[in-house]
């Protein structure tokens, strides 16, 4: 490690000296496209080398844990750039050999799906990658030498590398900075002779990942340690009467109440809860409280922890990783295509706001581009996401109009996924009521025979209705969580329009 952190600061030493050499040069000749993207990949490596180093340390310093998350926005925005110009040729070379017949299916052309869509800003001009180069370079250099020495101060967390701990699905990714100030604010002592219980508001929108923000700091074995006992409270346990909720906080250990609100509270419902606690467990006991509300921040006796979404450039580092594990992309430019299609158009079409949650639907749709990998239908996958994004099935789709006329309880939301099959005049698409059931994963009772990536392999039979597994836990009490689904029949309008062409062109 120590001569790796050699390596490191004589690089920055020496890149700090030749920067404005290099700027000079490239002021009087300019780069191609070809050495630009190659000088970002460099960059992009020397940046990944310091953010995993950095990711693998319990930095508790608040400014380094903010430098950190930085850093790694700066990495994940760039490797997304990075990737689209990557696919950006990939998407060219491929379309040029599909048929005009294939092509005028869709009005939506792929050749430009490289220039992605990010608000009001598009990735996939010159200009943008410039940016990212001259950005990439301040962030590298300024600094940086003094960062990477701070980081020899803190221990290692002795775990397996960044890379595989994610794709082992059991890491919080892209909230290291918000974990540590949570379990710094669960092991800050009171103060002596204070009968007051310290109190965090964690306050964010539906599927931001609160639960399971709350979930992975309870396994912290800091956490584990320091206190002897975990509870987990509801909306409902505060209408319980005061006797019996004493009688479930009464222990002579310290305490960690987790309290998880749908909305907000009553000052009445909060007030005897609050007594309860503070009359029956012990000095150091610690109360959280997760909540959609912004009006629980005033019950916190220190301010709230404010959860956001993840910026699209971080998911797609995520989904990419998810998706290929340790192989690397570039040996599968195909899948790597198809990958970029499904998460771009997963985004584009706001799926991600309706639903499950991003890091949910990102983790089972990665599975879908694992087993194509695996099967070495990469082609036939990126040809089913074309088909399943023409014009005309994305419209109706989207507009929840197959949706309506298929549905058989229209009471209940839902969503769908199209599954398009290649060659064939009838596809389906699968009708997900968004209603979500958990159940234990040792519970065979409860656990469903299907699960998601049943679904997206096309290996559930294609009608019906039935219970799938969306997602299972990997962090103890392992949760199932379980939605019910429909399979409809659907004939695109495309076919009929194509067979009419053909007619045509014979006669």
Same mark, same amino acid.
């Given at each position: ?372 990998? %695996?099967?070495? /239908? $990469?082609?036939?996958?990126?040809? !089913?996401?074309?088909?399943?994004? &023409?014009?005309?099935? =994305?419209? +109706? ?83 199932? %969580?379980?939605? /019910? $689904?429909?399979?409809?029949?659907? !004939?695109?309008?495309?076919?009929? &329009?194509?067979?009419? =062409?053909? +007619?045509?062109?014979?006669?």
């Amino acid at each position: 490690m120590d001569i790796l952190f050699s390596a490191i600061l004589g690089e920055l030493a020496s890149r700090s000296l030749s920067l404005l050499i290099d700027r000079c040069s490239s002021k009087l000749m300019p780069s191609s496209m070809e050495e630009k993207i190659q000088r970002l990949q460099r960059m992009l490596l020397r940046l990944a080398v310091i953010v995993e180093e950095a990711e693998g340390r319990r930095i508790t310093n608040y400014a380094m844990l903010r430098k950190l998350n930085m850093l790694r926005q700066d990495m994940h925005k760039g490797y997304y750039l990075l990737d689209t110009f990557r696919l950006q040729q990939t998407h060219e070379d491929d379309d040029n050999k599909v048929s005009h017949n294939t092509l005028a299916l869709s009005n939506f052309n792929f050749t430009k799906r490289a220039r992605v869509s990010i608000g009001s800003r598009r990735y996939g001009d010159k200009g943008e990658l410039d940016q990212m180069i001259d950005k990439l370079e301040i962030s590298m250099d300024d600094d940086m030498v003094e960062f990477v020495l701070l980081l020899n101060n803190y221990p290692s967390m002795h775990r397996q590398p960044y890379t595989t701990y994610m794709f082992m699905e059991k890491c919080m990714f892209g909230r290291q900075m918000e974990m540590e100030n949570f379990i710094k604010f669960l092991l800050q002592p009171e103060f002596p002779n204070s009968d007051n219980l310290g109190v965090l508001p964690i306050i964010g929108p539906a599927k931001v990942g609160k639960s399971t923000l709350v979930a992975h700091v309870c396994y912290d074995e800091r956490v584990c340690n320091h206190f002897s006992r975990i509870i987990f409270l509801s909306d409902s346990d505060f209408r319980e009467e005061k006797t019996l909720l004493t009688q479930r906080l009464r222990d002579g250990g310290r305490l960690l109440v987790v309290v998880e609100l749908a909305d907000d509270v009553g000052h009445d419902e909060w007030t005897r809860m609050y007594s309860s606690c503070r009359s029956c467990i012990s000095a150091g006991s610690k109360i959280i409280i997760t909540s959609r509300s912004e009006k629980i921040a005033k019950l916190g006796t220190t301010h709230p922890l404010h959860i956001k979404f993840l910026s699209r450039e971080a998911y797609w580092y995520f989904f990419k990783v998810l998706a290929f594990g340790s192989s690397n992309p570039e040996d599968h430019p195909k899948a790597a295509s198809a990958a970029m299609m499904i998460f771009n158009s997963y985004f584009d079409m706001e799926w991600y706001m309706n639903f499950a949650g991003p890091f949910l639907e990102l983790s089972n749709l990665a599975g879908l581009v694992q087993t194509s990998l %695996y099967q070495g /239908s $990469c082609l036939s996958l990126r040809e !089913r996401v074309k088909l399943c994004l &023409t014009k005309h099935a =994305r419209d +109706k789709v989207t507009n929840k109009y197959l949706i309506t006329a298929g549905s058989g309880d229209s009471r209940l939301k839902s969503n769908c996924i199209f599954i398009p099959r290649i060659n064939e005049t009838v596809h389906y698409y699968c009708e997900i009521y968004d209603h979500c059931r958990v159940g234990l994963a040792h519970d065979q009772e409860e656990a469903p025979e299907f699960d998601m990536q049943d679904v997206l392999s096309e290996r559930v039979a294609p009608h019906g209705r039935f219970d799938v597994v969306m997602w299972r836990s990997h962090l103890p009490p392992y949760y199932s %969580y379980i939605y /019910s $689904c429909e399979i409809h029949e659907y !004939r695109p309008v495309t076919n009929c &329009t194509t067979e009419l =062409r053909q +007619k045509k062109r014979k006669i």
